[in-house]
């Protein structure tokens, strides 16, 4: 009899075992997790946070759409005054070594925040940009460096005006093989038409 009774007490002890796995498992699963804030990241932030060091654009047009992305940032955001000098020192980071060169530090931050100044005053606004193909691209050596020469062109809303601006960009290809902007100049301005907002 001692042994029924003992049966029965480690079948309840197994069935009281199974329903708390069960009831643990069921409120495991069950459970509202709490809602991860998500953190979101702004443009400047992602342009800033680009470490090109290990993540350099690697094609000339890619040099170019990252200066794009840049410059439409400087003009189209509302930044602080730091913020416009981290992204004008990052520009730099994308120039040949001649370009910098050319450019006193403290001229080319008063030169940078007047041109946006000026170009805010006018209710300019970059729409879009976009670059030449890929296989657009011209090649070519002079003086022992290799070069590649290629088209970028922003869009732009001019008061009620739209406007098209073509630019040549020339990059050379420094000694880590990171091709930087060597120079660019307007090729030319197109109005394309009133916008009808």
């Not at 994308?94 to 050319?102: G, K, T, V």
């Not at 005053?121 to 729409?127: A, H, P, V």
């Not at 062109?153 to 001019?158: E, G, H, I, S």
């Amino acid at each position: 009899m001692k042994r029924r009774v003992e049966g029965k007490k480690g079948f309840i002890i197994i069935g009281i075992l199974i329903l708390l796995i069960v009831g643990y498992y069921y409120y495991l699963s069950n459970r509202q997790t709490q809602p991860q804030e998500e953190v979101t990241v702004s443009k400047v932030q992602d342009l800033l946070l680009r470490d090109l060091e290990r993540n350099y654009p690697p094609s000339p047009k890619e040099v170019v759409k990252y200066y794009f992305e840049i410059t439409k940032c400087l003009y189209t955001e509302k930044l602080s005054n730091e913020d416009v000098e981290a992204l004008a020192f990052k520009l730099e980071e994308i120039f040949d070594e001649e370009l910098r060169a050319h450019q006193v530090k403290e001229e080319y931050l008063l030169n940078l925040k007047s041109e946006i100044a000026a170009f805010q005053e006018s209710k300019s606004l970059i729409l879009n940009y976009s670059t030449s193909s890929s296989t657009d691209v011209d090649y070519f050596t002079e003086d022992g460096y290799e070069f590649a020469r290629l088209y970028g062109t922003f869009y732009l809303q001019v008061q009620k005006n739209l406007r098209s601006l073509e630019n040549v960009f020339l990059l050379r290809k420094d000694e880590n093989g990171h091709w930087k902007i060597y120079g660019w100049e307007q090729v030319e301005e197109q109005e394309t038409q009133e916008n009808p907002e």
